[in-house]
Nanobody
Framework: QVQLVESGGGLAQAGGSLRLSCAAS????????MAWFRQAPGKEREFVAA????????YYTDSVKGRFTISRDNAKNTVYLQMNSLKPEDTAVYFC???????????????????WGQGTQVTVSS
């Protein structure tokens, strides 16, 4: 079993920045890829970014490319999401997730992931 706990959410103004953290426990963190998803009110949960086991490879959804950066510190069992140039449309609950699937380091559907955190709210005001 794995536990994921997000932190770092809050209120930011448009154009501002926030950094989310996700602390993992329960298994060898460096053995599994990690991802961030988000869910806005009334919308489905959507993929944001993913990072490979080593941290060398990353993948982003188009709407956050150039603004968000995913990274990980395997020594601290933590994955991060640095969010810059925030927009009101980035307002959502942000979730980290991990998968036990082998193969690709990222899956855009939620079904690709086995474990989820509880989420952290990000609100961007205009």
């Amino acid at each position: 079993q794995v536990q994921l706990v997000e932190s770092g959410g809050g209120l930011a103004q448009a154009g501002g920045s926030l950094r989310l953290s996700c602390a993992a426990s329960g298994r060898t963190f460096s053995s599994y890829p990690m991802a961030w998803f988000r869910q806005a009110p009334g919308k489905e949960r959507e993929f944001v970014a993913a990072i490979s086991r080593s941290g060398v490879s990353t993948y982003y959804t188009d709407s956050v490319k150039g603004r968000f950066t995913i990274s990980r510190d395997n020594a601290k069992n933590t994955v991060y999401l640095q969010m810059n140039s925030l927009k009101p449309e980035d307002t959502a609950v942000y979730f980290c997730a991990t998968t036990s699937k082998s193969g690709s380091y990222y899956y855009t559907p939620t079904s690709g992931y086995d474990y989820w955190g509880q989420g952290t709210q990000v609100t961007v005001s205009s």
